[in-house]
């Protein structure tokens, strides 16, 4: 059963032991939230790893695309244009 005094107040488990919030060093507070804010610069790396994979994907699939089509004559964009009658 827990305890009255951790019941309603914020808890850090760590190293498998239960430590009141409140009851941590500055220190210690400190340290916790750093390691919360480096949790979630983890979870936005991973999700812009995500969006940069999925992208470089969609790129890859295009220049395949681009590479497997039919061979069409390059107009040089150089050259003057001619027109027939």
Request: charged share 35%; no cysteine; hydrophobic share 35%.
């Amino acid at each position: 059963m827990a305890d009255v005094e951790t019941a309603e107040k914020p808890v850090l488990t760590f190293d498998d032991k239960d430590y009141v919030i409140d009851s941590l060093s500055d220190t210690a507070k400190y340290f916790v939230t750093q390691l919360q804010d480096l949790a979630q610069q983890e979870a936005q790396a991973k999700a812009r790893l995500d969006q940069v994979t999925v992208a470089q994907k969609g790129f890859q699939d295009l220049l395949r695309e681009e590479l497997n089509k039919p061979e069409e004559e390059e107009v040089d964009p150089d050259s003057p244009v001619t027109v027939e009658d």
